[in-house]
């Protein structure tokens, strides 16, 4: 179960890379990078590639919405923190509302990420794997040990 986790997260940070290297701007290099990287690694036909340039477009006009959203609490935060005292249940609102929209686009990316698989063929899906764990050495992190998954 621990490892299905695992590809599943590694999975959302491959197509999270992508949303979010695209929130900045409308056409961002980085989307349009793994974009690429995705349709060539992975040899997608036409339509299979039409549907992440539609994923990748949904999501960055989603992430532009959370990026407002962000601005605003982010300035609602320092007017908190300037206070003589923290309203602590103002702050866990707006950390409740930054939580609930992230749980949106997190829930989005799912459910077009398994509309993409449903297009994948057997080999497309075992090279999208490959470069995942390639992808996932790559990125160690310093905080996970190597027992830990």
């Known amino acids: 179960m621990k490892k299905i986790w695992i590809v599943v997260v590694d999975a959302l940070m ?3 890379f992508a949303v979010i290297n695209g929130c900045r701007h409308e056409r961002h290099p980085g989307a349009e990078f793994m974009v690429d ?3 060539e690694a992975l040899d997608l036909n036409d339509a299979q590639r039409r549907e992440v340039d539609n994923i990748r ?3 960055m006009a989603k992430g532009k919405g959370l990026k407002a959203a962000h601005h605003r609490a982010v300035d609602e935060v320092k007017g908190l923190l300037m206070a003589d005292e923290l309203d ?3 702050l866990n609102q707006l950390v409740a509302e930054h939580r609930s929209r992230m749980d949106e ?7 077009r ?3 993409f698989h449903r297009t994948l063929s057997p080999q497309q899906k075992a090279k999208l794997v490959d470069k995942m ?3 996932r050495k790559m990125r160690r992190s310093r905080w996970i040990s190597d027992s830990e998954g």
């Open 57 to 59: 477009a949904e999501l």
């Open 88 to 90: 602590q249940e103002r």
């Open 37 to 39: 990287y995705l349709a």
């Open 105 to 111: 686009l997190v829930d989005l990316a799912i459910g």
């Open 113 to 115: 990420l398994a509309e």
């Open 14 to 16: 491959l197509l999270g």
């Open 133 to 135: 764990e390639k992808f």
